[in-house]
């Protein structure tokens, strides 16, 4: 029997397991995650009202509850918790799918006043994640300066606009859920340094800006028709062919009078974040770039400042080395081949890793499923070399004796229904539990 760790239960760390219990014949397989809850970004990092990607969570427990895996939550590995090389102990391979965690900063004077933010922590707050802290996000708000042109950037600045009405029926914790329905952000500026035919965002993200009830989508022609790809379309892929006409349709026709209006501005390269005269966040500078005829752009050295109360940086993710395994500072990965980790120049038995430590942070959810696939593979194909040693009859015990204190599947079921129970006394659906405390009291209810 091959005996396998997963770090991470997010969408690679899933597919993973399900990769190794559909090609392998006697593998066993524990997924751990450092949260008591499972699915990662799907759960943490979707935005709560777009209930047809949250619903990829069914599909992940179905791997979480097959008969061959396990799912382990609250277990911390590296520093404070379990060291890899006790995990190497316990398991005839271990698999990292441990994601980006770090956000990629801007690196320009004021990143650090008070009311500027990275979008994770932004979107950690309103989907409960139970690292987060309310830290004011909207205190004197009225507005925001999203720098990025993702669709990260388009889930924060959908999430300004919308009113408790329409966030009722999501999952968000009640205390996000009343402070974004009692915000006074009237302007959310969505600023990147490129055009529009450069833009990262998806079609059916972007249109939806403009279905918002009591929000209206204001683009400034003249941002716009300095990207060549805006001005012939025609020799554009399709989905920036699709975003060009969707600015293009509310570029040309008067904004609907609306109590928010949200700004797609392009041509615009963040210099400087200002402070009023309390010391927070009062104003984003921009350096007004221009096409360089290489796909890139330059600056013109003219500038425009945009007043804003709110700055959320939505500018990429990066990897964070995780102690006893290698990492590429450059890219933010972790060195392998086909998945296998890689030691000074050699594979190092029984390591891996999948997901973004693995490739970086790119590509789509399902983009997970073949990289697991590649890696998986590898581990099979090595597994030969792998069991030949003698373990311990159950790594749980042991997990144990590392001060470990799994959460196991019964006590993540007993989460699930606290939520709902949650939701029910507060006239809503389900609605996730907001903190540690809250999470493991309720895990406890399972029993041991």
Known sequence: MLRVAVVGSGPSGCYTAQSLVQLGCDVRVDVLDRLPCPYGLVRYGVAPDHERIKSLQDTLRTVLEHERVRFLGGVRVGPGGVPTARLRELYHAVVYCVGAAADRRLGIPGEDLPGSWSATEFVSWYS?????????????????????????????????????????????PQAALTTLGAGQVADVHMVGRRGPSQARFTTKELRELGTLPGAAVVVEPAELELDPGYLDPSGLPGPQRRNVEALRGWAGRPAAPAARRIRPRFFLRPVELTADGAGRVGAARFERTAP??????????RYVEIAAQLVLRSVGYRGVALEGLPFDAVSGTVPHRAGRVVREGAASPGEYVAGWIKRGPTGVIGTNRPCAKETVTSLLADAGALTGR???????????????????????????????????????????????????????????
């Open 128 to 172: 409960a994640h139970p690292d987060a802290v309310d830290d004011g996000f909207l205190r004197g708000a009225r507005s925001a300066v999203v720098i990025g042109v993702g669709n990260v950037a388009v889930d924060v600045a959908r999430m300004l606009v919308r009113g408790v009405a329409e966030l009722s029926g999501t999952d968000m």
């Open 292 to 301: 360089d005829g290489r796909g890139g752009v330059t600056g013109t050295g």
């Open 390 to 448: 003698e373990l311990p009859a159950d790594p749980l015990a042991a997990l144990r004796a590392e001060g470990a204190e799994p959460v196991e599947w019964a006590g993540w079921q007993a989460i699930e229904r606290a939520e709902a129970e949650l939701g029910v006394s507060l006239g809503r659906r389900v609605v996730k539990l907001p903190d540690w405390e809250a999470l493991l009291a309720a895990a406890r209810t399972a029993g041991p």
